[in-house]
């Protein structure tokens, strides 16, 4: 919008230097120094004079009227009277990304979002006349790369930073939670869903829905509804992959399903023959007692979906049944950038469920700057953590406070008005985001590339599944 309104104004500006210069020249110029007298010069720049500054005056009023209206649309909370705000300087957010690991690609996504929330709230605080903005201070979790998340919470801590965005993981979230209670820092999750870290008047929020009222239902739903009796688990053994798969086994054996026996692998492994080859050995036995329409794989991992799927390639019998992943690796990078694994992830079908973020003029806003800036459509949670930027913004006015427990306790009647790039944000009484739709998102081939594709949608108050 700044950009148009100032490419206007320009050329306004450089159409009155030209016909300026133009009249100079025609009346100065020797060859046609007779054909204007001064009092047409005088007339005749009086003219272009009152013309370029209507003009000018007209991109103002226009400027004016969309920058409050940007204000506005970008504000998303109904505030009665302006707030004025004691805060001065720059207010620094802690960022706790996974730059490097088993989240990567999640993770850059998340943070250029960030960056743009960012932007948008400092473009805000400037228009609005407050005396603050904010800046992002990131620190790379590195999961699964022997990244320490409570080691990068301290150092926020030492610099004085108390209101930090993420972490990512369910893990990593239980990892720094006991730290955040006892130093009174909050901590806002854009992607934890760990049943287990429900947990009232702490100091962590979480903007998306726990799975066991969300993508454990949904999962089990989309189980069931594909025709799938019999599944085989495939786990990460952590507080999220445990959860979630309990979740899942929840719901699909209460509509008629049976989980089998599966595998729990340490999260912190990289290489997988052994479980792949144990994976093989199940597939075989349990294919030749169901057979393979109602038989499924449900893989709940992180970005070493790689290196399983890798190790799978070895196993004709494990691309011969579908299989189902989660939040874990939708839209995941890079399962995309193997060519192999993408290959294998789109015979098998591997349909995954990720929380379905609201579209409206904010997500689109995300969205463009995710394939401008990375070349591909952000995750989900990259919604989420747009909004927690505002979120922070918004409380930290409306509290008049830097306070994290001031900050805390602003924040779920600033959310009550707050239309974000996820949609609404309505916190139940553990400070997790009530349960909504789900996203299904598949690898699929056209032209010889892989892209992930929405495939479908979980709906909450329906329990059903719509496909694309």
């Known amino acids: 919008m700044s950009n148009q309104i100032s490419g206007k104004v320009l050329a306004f500006l450089v159409v009155g230097i030209v016909v300026g210069a133009a009249i100079g020249y025609v009346l100065g110029g020797q060859p046609y120094a007779g054909w204007y007298s001064p009092e047409e010069y005088q007339a005749a720049a009086a003219t272009e004079a009152a013309a370029a500054a209507a003009a000018i005056a007209a991109v103002e009023a226009e400027a004016a009227a ?38 990567a690609t999640f993770g850059e996504n998340e943070y250029e979002a960030a960056k743009l929330a960012a932007t948008h709230v400092n473009a805000f605080l400037e228009a609005a006349n407050y005396s603050w903005n904010i800046e992002i201070v990131p620190e790379d979790t590195a999961l699964g790369a022997g990244g320490d998340p409570l080691e990068k919470l301290e150092s ?18 239980l990892a720094i939670k006991g730290y955040c209670d006892q130093e009174q820092i909050l901590a806002i999750s854009q992607s934890s869903t760990a049943p287990d870290l429900a947990i009232a008047d702490d100091y962590i929020y979480r903007f998306c829905p726990g799975d066991k009222l969300g993508q454990g239902p949904a999962l089990g739903t989309v189980l069931y509804s594909s025709g799938i009796r019999y599944v085989i688990p495939v786990t990460r053994n952590d507080a999220w992959g445990t959860g979630l798969e309990n979740a899942t086994k929840a719901k699909f054996e209460s509509l008629g399903g049976t989980f089998l026996e599966g595998i729990l692998y340490a999260e912190a492994a990289t290489e997988f023959s052994l479980e792949a080859s144990d994976l093989a050995s199940k597939v075989t036995d349990a294919i030749a007692t169901y057979g393979t329409d109602e038989l499924a794989i449900l893989h709940i991992s992180f970005e070493e979906a790689v290196a399983f799927f890798t190790a799978a390639l070895a196993y004709d019998v494990l691309d011969d049944i579908t299989w189902f992943g989660s939040d874990g690796t939708a839209q995941s990078g890079a399962m995309t950038d193997d060519p192999d694994v993408a290959a294998f992830a789109a015979t098998v079908d591997y349909p995954c469920t990720i929380f379905a973020p609201a579209k ?15 070349g591909r459509d952000p995750d989900s949670y990259s919604y989420a953590i747009y909004d927690i930027v505002w979120a922070y913004a918004l409380s930290i006015l409306q509290a008049d406070s830097t306070g994290a427990t001031a900050v805390r306790d602003a924040m779920p009647g600033v959310l009550e008005h707050y239309y974000g790039a996820s949609g609404i944000i309505e916190l139940d009484e553990n400070g997790d985001r009530k349960a909504g739709n789900y996203y299904i998102w598949e690898i699929q081939e056209s032209d010889g590339a892989y892209n992930w594709e929405l495939a479908g949608t979980w709906i909450l108050v329906t329990d059903t599944v719509e496909w694309e």
């Open 156 to 173: 926020l801590a030492s610099r004085g930073i108390k209101l930090v965005m993420g972490p990512l993981a369910s893990g990593e979230v």
């Open 66 to 103: 969309a920058a409050a209206a940007a204000a506005e649309a970008l504000l998303g909370a109904g505030f009665e009277a302006p707030i004025t705000s004691s805060v001065t300087g720059t207010v620094k957010l802690g960022g706790l990304f996974c730059m490097t690991g088993a989240l």
């Open 360 to 374: 409206s003029a904010k997500w689109e806003l995300v969205r463009q700057n995710g394939a401008d800036v990375l």
